[in-house]
């Protein structure tokens, strides 16, 4: 009697914490996204990350001869083309100046391996071993040797999630390096990409390649995402279907690079107008809306270091510098 | 010790499905661990572990799959529940009766967690069931096999011991 008691209760009340449960997870989907889960994700993390690091540990020792060929194989190539590129670069470089261009971006690249990847289809999201302690923030760019994975959503002091291109809420601008016609890669289907909102007869063709276009502000520009397979164009549409193949295998990745705050600063370009009335500041805004206290410091420093170029140049004639335009 | 023993387990299968799962996956088709787990624990031990663990370990999976946050929780919660109040009925010595079950189970799953995932898209959602839900629930099966019969011999965690 007793025994079927306490049995019953125990079914009441299993289903009582059943329904609690249920109606928690259904109120965490619906509100995914919002929740502030960062101290829950970080004690999570830290009790995942040794089995994780371990696992990933074990892995690599596994393969680590056919890897060492591979990579002594690819240092040589790349060793020949880093002389030629840096050749380039010097000569981009005097180029640019030349014609006034803004200086290119030189990328921080903090290298991370990947110890987990998400439990669902396909590779959605990757878990990185580069943590808030590394300096990997949140929104940071995160790119392989073939071209962009993703960028970071979520940050531990130990590791980070990131979003890959295969996520359905990611969204890249990018710009197709033969014509230069823009638009949006977004996440299709399995492992389809499309080039979003291209007006219909714009110039992009099979085996175009996808770059980012650095509109936006979390992507740098100038980084690979991938190839165009197919190009479609009906008239009952106001867009072109175009479907891109990313550069980067994501069931072979494993490591990748999350690109930091550029070592080019705010400031891109300070220069003095010929009679010395006026200096000019040409400004990233993205990154002075992002960080305005390390604009001033960056102007303040820029400023100085341009003034003492001048001095040397031509103190006399610094005490006319009465404005600056923005 | 049960708890603690569970609990632990717990963990270790959440970890072993994002770092090794990949690293075992056959063309991006990886077995769902912690699904095995679950359903183990909820039917060797009974409800009231299947809720906890199904919940807690749904809870786990998802920290590290932000887009879907809720999806697993919800699903592991309801199949630690319902398999849970099937213990009294079906559990018996026989590790195949598990696996009969279990395939009936991961199949329901992959068909609702593909429903959440491509509710935005029916079309394709038929031909990812195959591509995709199938292969997994094949290759869940019979990792499974080998789990069943090492997780019954753990001591605490099956309900003989």
Request: net charge positive; charged share 15%.
């Given at each position: 009697m007793l025994k079927n008691h306490k049995k019953n209760y125990l079914k009441s009340f299993n289903l009582w914490v059943f329904i609690v449960l249920l109606l928690f997870s259904i109120f965490s989907y619906t509100a995914r996204g919002n929740l502030k889960l960062d101290f829950t994700r970080g004690i999570s993390s830290s009790i995942l990350y040794p089995f994780e690091k371990s696992i990933t540990f074990i892995k690599n020792i596994f393969g680590l001869y056919r890897k060492n060929t591979a990579l002594r194989n690819e240092i040589a190539t790349i060793s020949l083309e880093i002389q030629r590129c840096a050749n380039i670069k010097r000569e981009n470089r005097i180029l640019r100046e030349l014609y006034g261009f803004k200086p290119m971006f030189d990328f921080n690249l903090i290298h991370c391996e990947i110890i987990g990847k998400s439990?669902?289809?396909?590779?959605k999201s990757l878990i990185i071993d580069g943590g808030l302690e590394d300096g990997i923030g949140k929104n940071m760019p995160v790119i392989s040797a073939n071209g962009l994975v993703g960028k970071i959503i979520e940050t531990t002091q130990k590791s980070s999630e990131l979003s890959t291109?295969?996520?359905?809420?990611f969204f890249v601008s990018a710009i197709d390096l033969r014509s230069r016609v823009q638009g949006i890669v977004k996440w299709q289907r399995e492992k389809v990409l499309i080039l979003d909102d291209v007006p219909l007869h714009s110039d992009v063709k099979v085996e175009d390649t996808l770059l980012t276009?650095?509109?936006?502000?979390?992507f740098p520009k100038g980084i690979f995402i991938g190839r165009v397979t197919k190009v479609k164009e009906s008239?009952?549409?106001?867009?072109m279907h175009i479907e891109i193949e990313p550069f980067v295998d994501f069931s072979l990745l494993e490591s990748v690079f999350a690109i930091t705050?550029?070592?080019?600063?705010?400031?891109l370009s300070i220069s003095v107008t010929d009679n010395l009335k006026m200096v000019m500041v040409h400004i990233d805004m993205f990154k002075v809306i992002k960080n305005p206290q390390s604009f001033s410091l960056n102007l303040s420093d820029n400023f100085n270091q341009k003034i003492g170029f001048f001095k040397k140049c031509r103190s006399s004639a610094l005490?006319?510098?009465n404005d600056v335009m923005f | 010790m049960r708890v603690f023993l569970v609990i632990l387990f717990m963990i270790i299968f959440v970890a072993l499905q994002i770092s090794l799962a990949p690293i075992i996956s056959i063309k991006e088709i990886a077995p769902n661990l912690v699904l095995i787990f679950v359903f183990f624990v909820a039917f060797s031990l009974g409800q009231t572990y299947g809720i906890w663990i199904g919940f807690f370990s749904g809870f786990m999976s998802d920290l590290f799959d932000?887009?879907?946050?809720g999806l697993n929780m919800g699903l592991f919660l309801i199949v630690g529940f319902v398999i849970g109040s099937m213990k009294a009925r079906f559990y018996k010595d026989n590790v195949f009766v598990d696996i009969i079950i279990f395939a009936i189970t991961i199949l329901l799953y992959e068909i609702v967690y593909a429903l959440f995932l491509w509710q935005f898209s029916v079309g394709i959602f038929f031909l990812n069931i195959l591509r995709y839900s199938i292969p997994r629930v094949f290759y869940s099966i019979l990792i499974s096999l080998f789990l069943f019969s090492l997780l019954r011999k753990t001591p605490h965690l099956a309900p003989g011991n």
């Open positions: 439990p669902g289809l396909y590779n291109l295969y996520n359905r809420n276009s650095g509109m936006g502000g979390v008239p009952k549409e106001i867009v705050e550029s070592s080019t600063s705010s400031i005490r006319n510098i | 932000s887009t879907n946050f």
